[in-house]
């Protein structure tokens, strides 16, 4: 489950200009607006990430007027968004112990998710006009592609620091799996495996270009995942006339690990499928949090907003199972999504 409501220690504190009753709390690699005074540095508090979906409970009311969600997927409460306040970002929320009466004998990094009823914010996984078809969860324990943002494990600078690593093009679509095991083959969405029938866009691609009669032929059991982008899906920022999918990880499943980068490339181009833009590889990984954050800016070729970058190592690092592997979202995308 992943940890969206955490204690977190505040770095340090700075004004906002032309503001009397507003500052910024530095937590994590995020900075959140606060009530002026409210906290100094080293106090701890409650950090909720973005994308955190908060009860109706009255402690959050304040937030009724900007952040209060309902529809009947998620039923109602308070969604935590990137915001603008007085020319500055405030990404996610920062709340006082004192307003937690439940929470008690706490460290930092602590995760409060459950404790505190805090869910992540979805919609229904739903491609071009119609909805896919649920068969199951996804099999074979195929991984979730959910990125960690890089604010929220700096640590990951540090051991990165002088490695060999990646950076691509963070596209702007729905997660999609083309799986290949032992003669049975599926398409997933993020959460769940598909029927192949009429309502799948994504089974419907894969058919087009016969990606399972080409797996089958590579001899070994993997799961391709990438991005799904086009019109219907998320607001098509790419302009595409037909769907498409990036690939950007190919897991094999005999161990569950990620394939490296040249491995990726090889059986793409086997394949015949497309990767998610390489924007840069090298072998000395050198970039601070600032430096990475002006690079996820930009457009994609359409004109549009991109959504950012992902970044990782091209081998295992330290003791990590597979690879250090993080995104770094566009500030500008994030405001203009939420306007």
């Not at 508090?45 to 007027?65: K, N, Q």
């Not at 592609?145 to 729905?174: C, F, P, V």
Request: hydrophobic share 35%; net charge negative.
């Amino acid at each position: 489950m992943r940890q969206l409501a955490t204690i977190q220690q505040v770095k340090e504190v700075t004004a906002i200009e032309s503001s009397d009753f507003i500052e910024l709390a530095h937590v994590m690699g995020w900075q959140c607006v606060i009530k002026k005074g409210e906290f100094k540095p080293g106090d701890l508090g409650v950090y909720f990430e973005i994308d955190s979906f908060l009860p109706i409970v009255e402690r959050y009311e304040f937030l009724r007027d900007k952040s209060y969600r309902k529809n009947d997927f998620m039923g109602e409460g308070f969604r935590i968004k990137t915001m603008r306040f007085r020319g500055e970002i405030s990404q996610g929320l920062f709340l006082p112990l004192t307003a937690f009466p439940e929470i008690i004998n706490v460290s930092i990094g602590d995760d409060v998710t459950e404790l505190l009823s805090v869910r992540k914010w979805e919609m229904p996984e739903v491609v071009g006009a119609g909805s896919d078809t649920r068969k199951g969860d996804k099999p074979y324990g195929i991984p979730t592609t959910d990125e960690t943002r890089i604010q929220s494990e700096e640590r990951y600078l540090e051991l990165l620091k002088g490695n060999a690593y990646y950076i691509t093009t963070k596209m702007d679509g729905t997660s999609c799996t083309i799986y290949y095991k032992d003669g049975n083959c599926g398409v997933c969405g993020r959460n769940y495996e598909y029927v192949d029938d009429e309502n799948s866009a994504m089974w419907k691609y894969a058919h087009k270009y016969n990606i399972h009669e080409n797996m089958r032929t590579l001899g070994r059991n993997i799961a391709i995942q990438g991005e799904f982008c086009g019109g219907g899906i998320q607001k098509n920022r790419l302009k595409l006339k037909e769907p498409e999918l990036y690939v950007f990880d190919i897991v094999d499943l005999a161990t569950l690990k990620y394939l490296p980068l040249d491995k990726i490339i090889e059986i793409t181009d086997y394949l015949g499928l497309k990767r998610v833009p390489l924007e840069e590889k090298g072998d000395n990984f050198d970039y601070d949090l600032k430096q990475l954050l002006e690079k996820a800016c930009g457009n994609y070729p359409s004109g549009n907003r991109k959504e950012g970058i992902v970044v990782r190592s091209k081998k295992n690092i330290g003791n990590f199972n597979n690879r250090i592997s993080f995104k770094v979202l566009n500030n500008d995308f994030l405001l203009k999504e939420e306007e």
